[in-house]
């Protein structure tokens, strides 16, 4: 049985993608995740990585862009204004297929803000930050563990995709510390040959392998986003994770993400002992985004509340889910206010008793 380590969401984060055979992190610091680039400096290199910090975001991601062209295990993390600024090179890497694992610890916006917690930029991470027709997949993490198993998952993913992965988080899942465990991993078991595409040097065999994303005759251009989006609705139809609880006989269903669904599954906690029947969705996945699920839920219950740290976005893709089969309600804290249970079942007893009229605040 693996053992238990009381670790930070971050460094639990960064330890995890040493074990998933992480070769190469750019990275510059900015809280709430420095602790994640603190760590892989003191530890990357001695376990068989390369590890620079890089004298901005724009340079970290054009490192990761050239690096991942290599096959290679690479990464870079960042905090919300980090993360805006990477935006352009994210699009390239996408256009071009490679594979690396990018993350979000997410902070209260818009502009430089707060250090507290937010879940704001998730319009940005599920829609395409940065120019053009690309998508991301998105794991969305809600406890430390998650944190961890998430970049084994991520890596994973961008590899048997080539295409980038993002880890949104949010600022207290990286800051809190809880038991976590490492799951028995060999990456060398699950690494995939690139050599088809990356710049790893060129065999007498084969012509040279070349990437670009500048494709400057229009119909050139349109087989490359076809073929990305062929790429995209195989990940749709695939990859989607949720977490479902109580939803059997639920009338009312909750719909967080991340940090927010611990509180929302404690309000449901507290409904049920007041004899509510309220259940709880939560997507694992922003992109691919559980729509089919939620479909299906719209069928069986009254009415949904989505619960964010957001002025309200990822309600906008749950109503186009149910496609007005029943209201959807919004709760919602800003600036980095994390919402609490006694306020989610307050609300919740406000919609029970005014369910036939949609809310918005």
Avoid at 302 to 326: F, I, P
Wanted: hydrophobic share 40%.
């Amino acid at each position: 049985m693996p053992e238990k380590q009381l670790m930070k969401g971050n460094e639990a984060l960064a330890e995890a993608a040493i074990r998933a055979g992480l070769k190469g992190y750019f990275g510059y610091p900015i809280t709430p995740q420095s602790e994640l680039l603190e760590y892989l400096s003191r530890h990357l290199i001695d376990r068989g990585g390369e590890f620079i910090q890089a004298e901005s975001e724009v340079a970290a991601i054009n490192m990761v862009y050239g690096a991942a062209g290599c096959g290679k295990r690479v990464m870079t993390s960042t905090s919300s204004p980090g993360y805006s600024l990477m935006q352009e090179a994210i699009s390239y890497i996408a256009c071009g297929e490679l594979p690396c694992l990018l993350v979000n610890v997410v902070r209260g916006g818009p502009g430089l803000g707060t250090i507290q917690p937010s879940q704001g930029d998730y319009f940005q991470a599920v829609k395409g930050g940065g120019h053009g027709d690309y998508r991301l997949i998105v794991l969305a993490p809600n406890s430390v563990q998650e944190m961890a198993d998430f970049v084994f998952k991520g890596f994973d993913l961008a590899d048997q995709y080539r295409n980038p992965v993002l880890i949104l988080a949010d600022g207290a899942l990286g800051q809190m510390m809880e038991p976590v465990t490492f799951p028995d991993y060999n990456p060398e078991d699950n690494l995939v040959d690139h050599s088809d595409w990356a710049t790893q040097g060129k065999p007498a065999s084969r012509g040279p392998n070349v990437i670009t994303t500048l494709h400057l005759e229009a119909d050139k251009m349109e087989a490359v986003n076809l073929k990305l989006q062929e790429k995209y609705r195989t990940i749709m139809a695939n990859e989607v994770m949720i977490e479902s609880i109580q939803t059997e006989d639920a009338d009312l269903v909750l719909v967080a993400y991340g940090l927010t669904s611990r509180i929302a599954h404690k309000a449901v906690e507290l409904a049920r002992n007041d004899g509510l029947k309220v259940g709880l969705l939560r997507p694992k996945t922003l992109f691919p985004f559980p729509s089919q699920h939620l479909a299906v839920l719209a069928d069986q219950v009254t009415s949904m509340m989505v619960v964010e740290m957001s002025a309200g976005q990822m309600v906008e893709d749950v109503r186009l889910a149910v496609n007005g089969k029943v209201p959807v309600y919004f709760q919602g804290r800003m600036g980095g206010v994390i919402p609490q249970p006694d306020e989610l079942l307050k609300r919740i007893h406000q919609v029970y008793s005014s369910s036939s009229t949609q809310v918005n605040s």
